[in-house]
């Protein structure tokens, strides 16, 4: 009996320290600045500019299990920023309340240890009846259990899937920022991103914008492009409701067998001659078979110096056949 007495208080200090409630001290946070609020305005309307909210900058706790708060003194928390480096503490494990909009991938500077090389040492967790949209870092899709495949989501920056071989783009996630029409790659281009709206955009159902001060991509926009890291990714599925694909989205990937194409798909941005081809890598090692479904409809933005969605000498003959008959030009 004093045996089992002594196991079961082991066993609750285990869990009290892996489940605790955390205290406002175990957390760095500020609130939003008024251009960040209008930021993220832009893509979730429940977003109130006038209204004060929090982000989390740095997590200061001893535990593994980070459950990122709803809010704090009554604030309501919609960003989670901070990433751990793996000095103070191993996070194994970081729970994402329904109330978040933005989140940066908690393990990012861990780049060179073992849970970011091995993601199945840590995970990210999304809880509760998600309504808003969540705004998030590629990087963050690696150490989901399970995809979010029925959230609503703008990816930014580098995607990760991890060690997987066939990949389901989800028809609720979209890319950010979104490829544009009509751009002038000049000042605009590399300046500030409010003059980036001076430009028509055409086919955009994605978000070209900018926000810095504790957000990711502060030198500008960023094309984001999955990466393939352990050359395993042969299947890359669009979900039937995909209706675009962003510029250079798969050039990096390069050990592609078979894309496929829903009936949904509208618009094909083509890749740019600095960052690969839209649909496959551009050293992709093997023929590529590009399966569309009976009944789309495509506009493929044309080809020339700046790019390309395909590289035409590596798709198979049934492919070629198929894309001419939907209007793409070989050029």
Known sequence: MKKFLISLLLSTFVLTGLFAEYSDKDFEYSFLSKSQKSFLAKVEKSVNVNSDYLMITE?????????????????????????????KNKITKVVVPESIIW?????????????????????????????????MNGDCFKFFRKLPYDVDIYVNGTI?????????????????????????FGIAALGNPGSWQEYKQVKVTGLWSDVKAGFQ??????????????????EFIFEEGCEEVT?????????LEKVVIPKSMKYIYRGHASD???????????????????????????GGQFGYIIPEEKISLTSRKRLQELGYKFE
């Open 160 to 184: 990760c899937f991890g060690n997987v071989s066939s990949v389901k783009w989800s028809k609720n996630w979209k890319t950010n920022p979104h490829p544009r029409d009509r751009i002038d």
């Open 59 to 87: 997590y200061k706790g001893n535990s593994s299990v980070v459950e990122i708060p709803k809010e704090i003194e009554g604030y309501p928390v919609i960003a989670s920023v901070f990433q751990n480096d793996g000095s």
């Open 247 to 255: 510029k250079c989205l798969l050039g990096r990937c390069n050990v």
């Open 103 to 135: 989140l940066t991938c908690p393990y990012m500077w861990q780049s060179r240890s073992e849970t970011y090389t091995n993601p199945l040492s840590a995970s990210i967790e999304l809880t509760g009846n998600r309504k808003v949209l969540l705004l």
């Open 217 to 234: 991509n502060e030198g500008g926009y960023y094309i984001p492009k999955v990466c393939d890291e352990y050359n395993s990714i042969k």
């Open 276 to 302: 690969g081809y839209t649909l496959c890598g551009e050293n992709i090692k093997q023929k590529l078979e590009i399966e569309v479904a009976a009944g789309a409809k495509i506009d493929f933005e044309a």
